[in-house]
């Protein structure tokens, strides 16, 4: 498994693939960072008149409705129906999902369009499966991922998508009843804004390339993990780790990575 994700991982730095994001207002600069570190190609492009072009010519999209209003959300839906047209992979980042009704209906709306990945935490995937639940706390999770498997499992059912439940262990699950555990990364992410937000993004690059969607998404949610376990040792607080996650993402090298990864197959 090891050099297979490698692998994953030099194919993006190869083929550089175009990735067209709507995401939100806060992580925008973050997310395009780390594409770039990665070898991808970001553009966050929202603009109603040039979406179908977009992702037209994109190798995949990410939508994340971390920041919606009224105007993003039409870019969104067409976003979603042009790229399921096309055949275009894309993820969902249902950040916030179960926070108000407004949300809720609009993720709805974009599930009919059949996301390749879902990438969120456990309270969100509960949401966005419609377990009843009060467990949301704005984008923070208040539940583990495993509270979530079998509402990630009615999704996978449902519409066919890789579901990406993340936490202290990302569980990873297809309609091949394969499930997958990638157990690393550092408790300090969680106070660096938008780091969940940068795993879809990147799951958005390893689609774009990868055939094998669910590879894909573990070789993504490895690569950060990772590079979030070897910054934290240079890094004196979240500030540092920011930035040397970027520079990470950037000079893995296959000694580093081969040597962090912790995936298990469930």
Same mark, same amino acid.
């Given at each position: 498994?090891?050099?297979?994700?490698?692998? *994953?991982?030099?194919?993006?730095?190869?083929?550089?693939?175009?990735?067209?994001?709507?995401?939100?207002?806060?992580?925008?600069?973050?997310? #395009?960072?780390?594409?770039?570190?990665?070898?991808?190609?970001?553009?966050?492009?929202?603009?109603? +008149?040039?979406?179908? $072009?977009?992702?037209?010519?994109?190798? #995949?999209?990410?939508?994340?409705?971390?920041?919606? $209003?009224?105007?993003?959300?039409?870019?969104?839906?067409?976003?979603?129906?042009?790229? *399921?047209?096309?055949?275009?992979?894309?993820?969902?980042?249902?950040?916030?999902?179960?926070?108000?009704?407004?949300?809720?209906?609009?993720?709805?709306?974009?599930?009919?369009?059949?996301?390749?990945?879902?990438?969120?935490? &456990? +309270? @969100?995937?509960?949401?966005?499966? @419609?377990?009843?639940?009060?467990?949301?706390?704005?984008?923070?999770?208040?539940?583990?991922?495993?509270?979530?498997?079998?509402?990630?499992? $009615?999704?996978?059912?449902?519409?066919?998508?890789?579901?990406?439940? +993340?936490?202290?262990?990302?569980?990873?699950?297809?309609? +091949?009843?394969?499930?997958?555990?990638?157990?690393?990364? *550092?408790?300090?992410?969680?106070?660096?804004?938008?780091?969940?937000?940068?795993?879809?993004?990147?799951? &958005? #690059?390893?689609?774009?390339?990868?055939?094998?969607?669910?590879?894909?998404?573990?070789?993504?949610?490895?690569?950060?993990?990772?590079?979030?376990?070897?910054?934290?040792?240079?890094?004196?607080?979240?500030?540092?780790?920011?930035?040397?996650?970027?520079?990470?993402?950037? &000079?893995?090298?296959?000694?580093?990575?081969?040597?962090?990864?912790?995936?298990?197959?469930?």
């Amino acid at each position: 498994m090891e050099r297979t994700l490698w692998n *994953h991982i030099q194919s993006i730095k190869k083929q550089s693939p175009l990735i067209h994001n709507i995401t939100n207002y806060v992580v925008m600069n973050n997310t #395009a960072n780390a594409l770039l570190a990665v070898g991808a190609s970001p553009v966050m492009a929202h603009a109603k +008149s040039e979406i179908k $072009d977009m992702v037209n010519i994109a190798d #995949a999209v990410l939508i994340n409705i971390g920041t919606l $209003d009224e105007y993003w959300v039409e870019s969104m839906l067409i976003t979603a129906k042009t790229a *399921h047209t096309l055949n275009t992979p894309w993820v969902l980042d249902p950040v916030g999902a179960g926070a108000t009704p407004y949300r809720d209906d609009i993720l709805q709306k974009l599930l009919q369009y059949r996301p390749t990945v879902i990438r969120g935490n &456990a +309270s @969100e995937i509960l949401a966005l499966a @419609e377990f009843n639940t009060t467990t949301t706390k704005g984008v923070d999770s208040t539940v583990l991922s495993n509270d979530a498997v079998q509402a990630a499992l $009615d999704l996978v059912n449902k519409y066919g998508t890789v579901i990406c439940i +993340s936490g202290a262990t990302d569980i990873i699950l297809n309609s +091949s009843r394969q499930t997958y555990f990638v157990k690393n990364g *550092h408790s300090m992410m969680t106070k660096v804004t938008g780091m969940g937000c940068t795993a879809s993004a990147l799951i &958005a #690059a390893f689609i774009a390339v990868i055939e094998d969607k669910t590879a894909a998404t573990m070789a993504a949610m490895a690569l950060l993990g990772i590079a979030g376990e070897l910054s934290e040792r240079q890094s004196t607080g979240p500030g540092s780790l920011q930035t040397n996650i970027l520079d990470k993402l950037y &000079a893995i090298s296959e000694t580093e990575f081969n040597g962090q990864l912790n995936v298990l197959k469930g």
